[in-house]
């Protein structure tokens, strides 16, 4: 794995997301059932965690299971869920090492008792790294965000801490499970689906998008590598000319 800067550093991007699609695909391509393939996904995660360390990017969010995600079948659900504990048993003590600061985005209080301490645990043992930011999101939506974002700043003009007119850009960012981190710069889906599907709606204002053939599992350091390429590459003008 060459940690060599596959574009200037000038061009890296401060904040990538990434939706990481196809591990069931994958795995029925191979033959096997859905569960490898999200084992899978977990393995094919690591490097990615190290080259943005390395590359000098400075917050990666992940969209690990979504709202939406409840609706798959049990047993799927409960191999996911488990994979998060596992995934932290495991990494914690090399990710702490390296300063990596772990945050939750989503809300924590809907997903199970061990899942919900073992992130908990994560977020207080990495809080103070100044490292990469790895943010994971765990029972996330998009639009469930906005409207708690929306929800805490009503109650703050209700108990008379601020008015409507105090809100802005920056106080309703403010509110986000993203507070303090930049917005996305490029946003990665695998496997060629082509769309957000709920996820950091906001903060995705002025991403720029790269969809990747690559089913999960497959994104290698060199698929991510050339996705920064492309991002490189595009001509980012924010609403000017």
């Not at 645990?121 to 929306?150: C, D, H, S």
Request: proline content about 5%; overall charge neutral.
């Amino acid at each position: 794995m060459s940690m060599e800067l596959p574009i200037p550093a000038a061009l890296m991007p401060r904040h990538v997301a990434i939706i990481m699609d196809g591990n069931g695909r994958w795995a029925k391509a191979h033959g096997m059932p859905r569960a490898w393939g999200h084992r899978q996904g977990v393995v094919a995660l690591e490097p990615i965690i190290s080259l943005c360390g390395a590359w000098g990017i400075e917050a990666l969010t992940l969209f690990a299971f979504s709202t939406e995600n409840w609706a798959r079948p049990k047993d799927e659900v409960a191999q996911l869920m488990g994979l998060i504990v596992e995934f932290f048993n495991k990494k914690i003590d090399e990710l702490d090492q390296k300063g990596v600061c772990i945050r939750m985005l989503g809300d924590l209080a809907g997903v199970p008792q061990v899942q919900r301490e073992t992130a908990r645990q994560a977020m207080e043992r990495t809080k103070n790294n100044a490292g990469l930011k790895l943010n994971i999101a765990l029972n996330y939506g998009g639009r469930q965000e906005i409207v708690r974002a929306a929800q805490r700043l009503a109650a703050k003009c209700a108990s008379g801490e601020m008015t409507p007119e105090d809100i802005g850009e920056t106080a309703f960012e403010g509110e986000l499970y993203t507070s303090g981190l930049p917005m996305v710069d490029l946003l990665i889906r695998t496997s060629g689906e082509e769309r957000l599907s709920n996820f950091l709606l906001y903060q995705c204002a002025y991403a720029e998008f790269v969809f990747v053939k690559e089913n999960w599992p497959d994104f290698s350091p060199a698929v991510f590598a050339a996705a920064l390429d492309a991002y490189a590459r595009r001509d980012r003008r924010f609403g000017k000319v």
